[in-house]
């Protein structure tokens, strides 16, 4: 009997690591002031689910765009993403995720460069994008 629950936590442990790691169906991405933080920088194509934490203090969104480069999108006068100027390439996003609070998405990726970014505005106008909250993501065959 021992045995056989340690052979089951063990491959509890397996599934859970692969997955929060980008290597199976999902990718866990921490969301802080100023920075997007995936388990991965890279991730095998299908469908993928994205889980998003808010550990910062103000709210965090998480939004996917398929883009050659996250630090290269088109821009309003803000400071945020230009969301309508994407078309197709916005993927996905997540809700506003409160302090504390976390959040997934889940989305068809083909292989190719993606963009993981919140694109909220502070009530003073700054631009989480434009204050460096953004990273690439690798999407392989």
Same mark, same amino acid.
């Given at each position: %009997?021992?045995?056989?629950?340690?052979?089951?936590? /063990?491959?509890? +442990?397996?599934?859970?690591?692969?997955?929060?790691?980008?290597?199976?169906?999902?990718?866990?991405?921490?969301?802080?002031?100023?920075?997007?933080?995936?388990?991965?920088?890279?991730?095998? &194509?299908?469908?993928?689910?994205? &889980?998003?934490?808010?550990?910062?203090?103000?709210?965090?969104?998480l939004v996917i765009i398929r883009t050659d480069s996250?630090?290269?999108?088109?821009?309003?006068?803000?400071?945020?993403?230009?969301?309508?100027?994407?078309?197709?390439?916005? +993927?996905?996003?997540?809700?506003?995720?409160? /302090?504390?609070?976390?959040?997934?998405?889940?989305?068809?990726?083909?292989?190719?460069?993606?963009?993981? +970014?919140?694109?909220?505005?502070?009530?003073?106008? &700054?631009?989480?994008?434009?204050?460096? %909250?953004?990273?690439?993501?690798?999407?392989?065959?």
């Amino acid at each position: %009997m021992r045995r056989l629950a340690f052979v089951l936590a /063990s491959l509890a +442990i397996a599934v859970f690591g692969l997955t929060s790691c980008g290597g199976g169906n999902g990718l866990d991405v921490t969301l802080v002031e100023w920075s997007v933080q995936p388990a991965s920088g890279s991730v095998a &194509s299908g469908e993928l689910t994205f &889980s998003a934490q808010n550990n910062g203090s103000v709210n965090h969104e998480l939004v996917i765009i398929r883009t050659d480069s996250a630090a290269d999108l088109p821009t309003t006068e803000d400071g945020r993403v230009d969301e309508a100027a994407l078309g197709d390439d916005l +993927i996905a996003r997540t809700s506003a995720l409160p /302090s504390g609070e976390s959040g997934s998405v889940s989305a068809q990726l083909e292989p190719g460069n993606y963009a993981l +970014i919140c694109n909220l505005v502070e009530p003073d106008g &700054s631009a989480h994008y434009d204050n460096g %909250m953004f990273t690439d993501l690798t999407v392989e065959g």
